[in-house]
C-alpha cells in the first residue's frame, strides 16, 4: 500500500457514502445518517445498505464489487440509484455518478478499523449518545453539551485519521492544537476514551 491509496480510497469511500447510500437514504426515508458496521459503514434506515471492505452489499445480501463499475451502474445495479442529498450542505465528496471507486483492499481494511475504534470508544464515553457517520465530512461523531467528539478518517487539516474534539466555542490552551479545538493523530492518540474525556473536562473548565 503506498501513500496515496489511503487518500484515494477515503475520497471514494466518502463518495460511496454520500451518492449511493446518504441520498438514496435522504429521499427514501428522509435521514443522511449513516453508521458503523464490521468491516465498514451502512445506512440507518431504507435502502438496507452497506460497505464491507471493497464490495457493497444489498439488503438481500447482494455483493457488489465497488471497483470496476461506476457510481452511477452501482446505484442502478442496487434499485436505489445514486445522487448526494440535495439542498442539505454545500460541501461533500465531490464525487460524481461517472466515477469509479478507486478502493484498494489494505486502505479500506486501515479505515474500517479507524471507525470501528472509534465507534467503540465513542459509545463508552457517551453511552446516551448513538455515534453518527456523516457524509457531509465523512467523519463519525456526537454532540454532547455543544462539543463535539469524533474520528475523521482525513481531510484537508490533516490526511489521516484521527480523533477530535471540537467545542462550537473556542478554547485556549495546549490541549486545543486545531483550528476547530483539538485532534490527535490515531496512530498517537492512544486511549480514545481518555482523550474525548480529557477534552470534556478542559472544554467545561
Not at 100 to 122: H, I, N, Q, S, T
Request: aromatic share 8%; glycine share 14%; charged share 20%.
Amino acid at each position: 500500500m503506498n501513500e496515496t491509496e489511503p487518500a484515494a480510497t477515503r475520497a471514494a469511500l466518502h463518495a460511496v457514502a454520500e451518492l449511493l447510500m446518504a441520498g438514496p437514504q435522504y429521499r427514501r426515508s428522509g435521514t443522511i445518517r449513516l453508521r458503523v458496521t464490521p468491516g465498514g459503514f451502512a445506512t440507518v434506515a431504507e435502502p438496507e445498505l452497506r460497505v464491507d471492505g471493497t464490495d457493497l452489499v444489498t439488503g438481500d445480501g447482494t455483493r457488489l464489487a465497488l471497483a470496476g463499475r461506476t457510481i452511477g451502474e452501482l446505484g442502478a445495479a442496487t434499485g436505489a440509484g445514486a445522487g448526494a442529498p440535495e439542498g442539505l450542505y454545500h460541501d461533500g465528496s465531490g464525487g460524481s455518478a461517472d466515477d469509479v471507486p478507486a478502493v484498494d483492499p489494505g486502505a479500506a481494511k486501515v479505515l474500517a478499523e479507524a471507525l470501528a475504534r472509534g465507534d467503540a470508544a465513542l459509545r463508552v464515553f457517551a453511552p446516551e449518545q448513538t455515534p453518527v457517520l456523516w457524509p457531509e465530512h465523512f467523519d463519525l461523531g456526537v454532540t454532547v453539551s455543544e462539543v463535539n467528539y469524533g474520528m475523521s478518517l482525513g481531510d484537508g487539516y490533516l490526511g489521516e485519521p484521527y480523533a477530535y474534539v471540537g467545542p462550537w466555542q473556542p478554547r485556549e490552551g495546549a490541549f486545543w492544537n486545531a483550528p476547530f479545538g483539538a485532534a490527535r493523530p490515531l496512530a498517537e492518540a492512544g486511549d480514545l476514551v481518555a482523550f474525548f474525556a480529557e477534552g470534556r473536562r478542559l472544554a467545561s473548565s
